[in-house]
C-alpha cells in the first residue's frame, strides 16, 4: 500500500486537473468563469473529494469512476463558501488568503459565480460515464439531499438565525451537522455508492465523516481563535467579532481539544469493518493537527 | 380530446399539489421553508412545467412520470426569479403582486430560499420513480446543463454586463436565448426524454420552445412599457429605469408585435410532425395574446 502522502497526492493529481478544466473551453460569459474558477481553484484542502475517492476505494470500486462525483462535491463546498461571505450573509473579506468572490468581482457576479457551481456540480455528476445510471441516480440524490435545504442549505438559515442571540450547546450541534456535516457525510457516502457498496459499509463511511466533520468544525473554531491569521489565510476572530455562537465560547479551548480527540477515535473505530482503513485513519489524525 | 382550457386545468391540477406537498412535512428552519413556499406558490402561469407534461403527453408518455421533473423546472424557474430580484441584481421590490423574496424575508434568506430551490429541484428530479434510470440521468442532465453556466446562469451573467451599456441586438438575443430560452427548451425537451421520444421529436419540441421562449420575452418587455401595474403585479417601467436594453427600446412597439406574431406561427410549424399539436398551438396562441 501506497504511504499516505504519496496516496494524498496521487488523489489531489486526479482531482486538480478535472477542476482545472471544467470551464476551460467554454464562451466567455462577461466574466462569470473568472469568478467560479477564482473561487474553485483557490487552493482548498480538497478533504471532501479526496474522502469520495478513498471510500469508494476502500469499499473495492474504482476511483475513476467516482472522480465526477469528488469534483461536483467540491463544487458545492466552493459555492456555499462564496454565498456564505456574502455581504447579506457573514460578510468576509478574505478567504484562503485572498479577498473573497464579491470583493473582487462584485456582490451580483458572487451570486451567480455560487449558482453556476452548485448547478455544474449537478451537469458534472451526470456526466460520469461507465457508470450504472441506477448507481449514478443514487449518488446524485444523495449529493442533492446533502446540499439542500433538509442538508447544507438548512444549516445556513438555521447559522444566520442564530447570529447575535444565546443557542444552546445542541442547537449548535444540529447547526454545524447540517452546514458542514451534511455534506462531508455525502462526500464519503457516495464514494461507497461508486463502489457498489453495502447498506452497513454505507452507514459506516457515513459515520466516520460525520465524527470527523464534527472534529474539523471545532477544530475550525479553536484556529479562529488561537490561528495565525496569516497561515489560516482568513480573518480571524471573526466569528467573535459577528457574535457568533462556537464551541469554543461554549466549552473553552481545552474541553474542545478533549472533544476534537474523542470524535477522532470515533471515526476511526466506525471504519473496523473495512480490512483497510489506513487511509482515512491518517487523514482522521491529520486533520485534527492542522494549523490552518 | 379535452377542450383547451379543461387540459390547462387538468395539468394545473396535477403541478400545484406537488408544488404545495413538497416542503410540508419538514423540520422547521429559521424560516427558510417560509421563504421557499412564498415565491414557489406565488401564482405563477406555471408555463414551463405544463410545457414538460404536454410534451410528454404529445410523445407518447405517461404525464404522471414527467411530473416531478416538470415541477423541478418551476422550482429552477422560480430561484432564479428570487435571486434575480436582489439588490445586488435588478433590485425588484415587487413581484407576481407581492413584495419580493428579500423584502419579506431578508437578503440573506432570498439568497438561502433560492440556493435551497435549486437543490430541491434536483433532489424532486431524481425522486421520479417508475422510471428508467437511464432516462431519468438524461432528463435531469438536460436540466442541469439548461439552468448552468451554458444556460441560464450564463445569460444572467451577461444580463448583469449589458446593464447600462448600449448592446446590439444580436447580443440581446444571445442574453435573452440563454437567460429564459434555455430552461423553457429543457422543460419542453425533458417531456420528450421522459416520454422516450425520438431525437427528431426532441429537436421539434426544442424549436417550438424556443421560439415560444424569444415572442414570450418580447411580449414581456412589452407589457414592461404599455402594462398595467395593477394587472401585471410588477414594477412597470422598470426596465427603463435600468436603463435595460429591450427590444421594445430597440425596434419600437410596432415591430415587436410583428416579431412576436412571426416567432409563434414558427412556434406552431415545428410541430408539424406530431399528430396532437392542437394543445401547443393554442397555448402558443394564448400566451401572446395575454395581457400579463
Redesign the interface.
Known amino acids: 500500500m501506497m504511504a499516505f502522502s504519496e496516496q494524498m497526492e496521487a488523489d489531489l493529481s486526479m482531482i486538480e486537473p478535472v477542476l482545472r478544466r471544467c470551464?476551460q473551453d467554454?464562451?466567455p460569459?462577461?466574466?462569470?468563469?473568472e469568478a467560479?474558477t477564482y473561487s474553485l481553484l483557490a487552493g482548498g484542502k480538497r478533504i471532501r473529494p479526496i474522502l469520495t475517492l478513498e471510500t469508494c476505494r476502500m469499499c473495492g470500486g474504482n476511483p475513476e469512476q467516482a472522480l465526477p462525483f469528488a469534483c461536483a462535491v467540491e463544487m458545492i463546498h466552493t459555492?456555499s463558501l462564496i454565498?456564505d461571505d456574502?455581504p447579506?450573509?457573514d460578510d468576509d473579506d478574505l478567504r484562503r488568503g485572498r479577498p473573497t468572490n464579491h470583493k473582487v468581482f462584485?456582490?451580483?457576479?458572487a451570486?451567480?459565480a455560487?449558482?453556476?457551481l452548485?448547478?455544474?456540480a449537478?451537469?458534472l455528476a451526470?456526466?460520469a460515464r461507465d457508470l450504472?445510471?441506477?448507481r449514478?441516480?443514487a449518488a446524485?440524490?444523495c449529493l442533492?439531499?446533502a446540499?439542500?435545504?433538509?442538508g447544507m442549505?438548512?444549516g445556513?438559515?438555521?447559522d444566520?438565525?442564530?447570529e447575535g442571540r444565546g443557542i444552546s450547546q445542541k442547537e449548535l450541534e444540529q447547526l454545524q451537522t447540517l452546514k458542514t456535516g451534511a455534506l462531508i457525510s455525502a462526500a464519503a457516502e457516495i464514494g461507497c455508492i461508486v463502489a457498489g457498496g453495502s447498506r452497513e459499509q454505507r452507514e459506516a463511511v457515513s459515520l466516520y465523516a460525520r465524527k470527523l466533520g464534527r472534529a474539523f468544525q471545532i477544530r475550525d473554531d479553536m484556529l479562529d481563535v488561537e490561528g495565525d491569521e496569516k497561515t489560516l489565510g482568513k480573518t480571524v476572530g471573526s466569528d467573535n467579532a459577528n457574535e457568533k455562537a462556537t464551541f469554543v465560547t461554549m466549552l473553552g479551548l481545552n474541553a474542545c481539544r478533549d472533544v476534537v480527540s474523542r470524535l477522532t477515535e470515533e471515526a476511526v473505530s466506525a471504519l473496523s469493518q473495512f480490512e483497510h482503513p489506513e487511509f482515512l485513519h491518517r487523514l482522521a489524525e491529520t486533520l485534527i493537527d492542522r494549523k490552518k
Chains 1, 2 share one sequence.
Do not use: K, N, W
Open positions: 470551464f467554454r464562451e460569459r462577461a466574466g462569470l468563469y467560479m459555492y454565498h456574502l447579506c450573509m462584485g456582490e451580483a457576479m451570486v451567480l455560487g449558482d453556476g452548485l448547478t455544474a449537478f451537469e451526470l456526466s450504472e445510471p441506477g449514478m441516480v446524485t440524490a442533492a439531499a446540499a439542500g435545504d433538509r442549505v438548512g445556513q438559515a438555521l444566520i438565525a442564530a
